[in-house]
């Protein structure tokens, strides 16, 4: 099958109304998905928003590779709409990462992950699978760790990603002065949702 007519089969797929039975799977990132997050990460509707600032493709390995990734205590998977890789998605210890924000928030403790997703062609968004990857996602962390609170933080112009979010049974907290973390710029508009 070509690339065109896989997207074309997950866009009629995606579309119909079974659309809410698609079966969307997560799988564990491996070194051989890496070229194609960075290649998804290029992507119009994804690079404005795309949270690393790696600008060449060794330092995004290096910052994205399996075992990178494990030693932020961050979990990375690709995510599969009927067997079709169609993004990627991480959850990580919300305080290891960006401690300047989440010390405004109160210290979240160990039951505290934070997440992020990117769906990878710009074709399939706005079609209510990036709502249905984070409730599956949601389900998936709440069912196999302890966490009892999930956080999201888009920046405020990132309307797709609030929306998304939102519809996913995500409540908007605050919005918090980022600039002075690493991981970020400008302000964030942090959003929860708990077990
Ligand atoms: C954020 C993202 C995952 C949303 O996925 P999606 O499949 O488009 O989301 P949905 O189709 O479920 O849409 C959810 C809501 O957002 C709205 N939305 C989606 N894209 C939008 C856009 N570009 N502008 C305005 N609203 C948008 C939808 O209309 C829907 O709201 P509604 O039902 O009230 O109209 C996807 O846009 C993406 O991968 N973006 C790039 C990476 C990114 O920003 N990740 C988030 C980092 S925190």
Redesign the pocket.
């Known amino acids: 099958m070509t690339a065109r007519t896989t997207t074309l089969a997950l866009l009629a797929l995606i579309s119909t109304a079974a659309a809410t039975a698609a079966d969307i799977s997560f799988r564990t990132f491996q070194e051989d998905d890496l070229p194609t997050l960075f290649q998804w990460t290029q ?1 119009s ?2 690079a ?4 690393s600032h790696a600008d060449t493709y060794e330092k995004f390995v290096d910052e994205f590779s399996p075992s990178a990734q494990a030693k932020e205590c961050q979990y990375p998977y690709m995510v599969f709409v009927d067997g079709e890789p169609v ?1 990627y998605i991480h959850y990580y210890c919300a305080d290891k990462l960006c401690k300047e924000c989440w010390e405004k928030y109160g210290k979240p403790g160990a039951g505290t992950v934070g ?6 062609d ?1 074709s ?11 409730d599956a996602f949601v389900t998936k962390i709440f069912s196999e760790t302890d966490a009892t609170r999930i956080i ?4 405020p112009a ?11 049974g995500f409540a908007r907290v605050e919005e918090i002065d980022a600039s002075s973390c690493v991981k970020t710029t400008g302000k964030i508009v942090l959003m929860a949702r708990s077990r």
């Open positions: 992507a509707h994804v404005p928003w795309w949270w993004g997440m992020d997703l990117v769906i990878g710009a399939l968004t706005r079609r209510g699978l990036g709502t249905r990857i984070v999201a933080d888009p920046t990132n309307t797709a990603a609030i929306r998304c979010f939102a519809k996913a």
